[in-house]
């Protein structure tokens, strides 16, 4: 087994920086699917590919586990270049979430999710062990639902496994290909908040792709705007991306409603009244957004709400202090 920078001993190996250097992919018939692409993904770090369809969001994630080769360019996972490793080998060691989640029919849930550690040697009680334990990460009873099939679940149960199964592995690195995006819309804020539970505790290294700029600002530490032939233009935090977008393309792409969505993204402590008094004003916590502020104040047709730690007051959060937040937004050059 090829054993390189993804399997060294003696270190953290829970997540692993991913570097893409000027790479691009051309087809025989002269399309581009993305010309020279640049990118860093820091360790434990979840970063989103966004854009319009055909933009090559998912060529680029293809070519990081190299079910697309590349044309030119380099793609680094720790430093190591990928391109010179056996990529059957490199694969298991990728985590790869797909739409479809891509479940084996005839298996049991608990034998689908062994499915890499199996291929990679090792022995049937650990890797019923593993399995089950992944199921209980993902919220999955391994009691109720190891011996159930696929057909058996519903579209986000599957998805669950298909997150689970991709993690089994201990993998360094997790793709996600629109992994949300065939559930219904109640279903997938269920799974994007099982989601950032799960990332909070196994903090992954993650290149996931959607078509959602919600999705992607309530996910994403970071989001790749991508344009025609996989340009990028504009790499930035939610809160950057969205109160300053580099060109009006970006502006147009993320929405007129941009401001409404980095309050959802902003801490409410930054327009934190450290000397505002509760009184009886409706409370929000104060490890919530200022969207949460916003909609308290909404709710109760007040001007300002009081915000609480561990059920203690620490000041107040006024809408003019929102509308103050919101006139930061700085407007792209024409």
């Not at 966004?50 to 380099?74: A, D, F, Q, V, Y």
């Not at 334990?133 to 011996?147: F, H, I, Q, S, T």
């Amino acid at each position: 087994m090829d054993a390189t920078a993804i399997n060294e001993p003696g270190r953290d190996r829970s997540a692993a920086s991913i570097t893409l250097e000027d790479v691009g992919k051309t087809y025989p018939d002269g399309t581009v699917a993305v010309g020279d692409f640049s990118l860093e993904v820091r360790a434990g770090e979840l970063a989103v590919l966004i854009g319009p369809s055909g933009c090559g969001k998912s060529t680029i994630l293809r070519m990081i586990n190299r079910l697309i080769e590349p044309t030119h360019g380099r793609i680094l996972i720790d430093g190591r270049n990928i391109l010179e490793r056996n990529p059957v080998e490199l694969r298991r060691h990728i985590g790869y979430v797909i739409q479809n989640v891509g479940l084996f029919p005839h298996q049991n849930i608990r034998t689908n999710v062994g499915t890499v550690p199996r291929l990679l040697g090792w022995d049937r009680a650990k890797v019923a062990a593993r399995a089950d334990e992944l199921l209980e990460l993902v919220g999955l009873e391994p009691a109720r639902y190891a011996k159930r099939y696929p057909h058996e679940l519903s579209g986000g149960q599957r998805q669950r496994v298909g997150v689970a199964r991709a993690l089994a592995a201990d993998p360094l690195v997790l793709l996600m290909d629109e992994p949300f995006s065939a559930v219904d819309p109640i279903a997938r804020g269920r799974l994007q908040e099982e989601f950032l539970r799960l990332q909070a505790t196994v903090r992954k290294t993650i290149v996931l792709v959607t078509h959602d700029i919600d999705e992607a600002v309530r996910l994403g530490d970071r989001i790749a705007v991508l344009g025609e032939g996989g340009k990028l233009r504009q790499y930035a935090p939610p809160a950057e991306l969205l109160s300053r977008p580099a060109t009006p393309a970006v502006a147009d792409f993320v929405g007129a409603d941009r401001g409404i969505r980095r309050l959802a993204v902003t801490p409410i402590r930054t327009a934190l009244n450290p000397s505002g008094t509760a009184g009886d004003k409706p409370t929000v916590d104060a490890g919530g957004t200022l969207y949460d502020a916003l909609a308290a104040m909404l709710a109760s047709d007040v001007a300002e709400v009081a915000v609480v730690e561990d059920g203690r007051p620490i000041g107040t959060v006024s809408r003019t202090a929102l509308f103050e937040e919101h006139s930061h937004e700085t407007h792209p050059a024409s």
